[in-house]
Nanobody
Framework: QVQLVESGGGLVQAGGSLRVSCAAS????????MGWYRQAPGKQREVVAR???????GYADSVKGRFTISRDNAKNTMYLQMNNLKPEDTAVYYC????????????????WGQGTQVTVSS
């Protein structure tokens, strides 16, 4: 089974920075695309940023220029560097990964972490 574990959330003042991490463990062939999502109270979960296995990244308009997604394939770990945080960034941040369990068949399965709370005070 595959597990995703997020870490690094916390409380920060507006304008501050945080880095959250997502470490994958278990038995699998490889991890394809990964992404960060967030869910604020009373709102739907939304995509924050996604990154391909080759490192190509895409961002939600609300975080462009402030957040940077990256990954270390050797460590099966993904990161989200969040700078110039705003109160509206407050949410539970979830890690998502498309994992190929075997070399064949090559289909992937979707996995989610348990989430880490990020709170930005004004």
């Amino acid at each position: 089974q595959v597990q995703l574990v997020e870490s690094g959330g916390g409380l920060v003042q507006a304008g501050g920075s945080l880095r959250v991490s997502c470490a994958a463990s278990g038995v699998f062939f490889r991890i394809n695309a990964m992404g960060w999502y967030r869910q604020a109270p009373g709102k739907q979960r939304e995509v924050v940023a996604r990154i391909s296995s080759g490192g190509s990244a895409g961002y939600a308009d609300s975080v462009k220029g402030r957040f940077t997604i990256s990954r270390d394939n050797a460590k099966n770990t993904m990161y989200l560097q969040m700078n110039n945080l705003k109160p509206e960034d407050t949410a539970v941040y979830y890690c998502n990964a498309a994992v190929q369990l075997r070399s064949w068949p090559s289909h992937t399965s979707d996995y989610w972490g348990q989430g880490t709370q990020v709170t930005v005070s004004s």
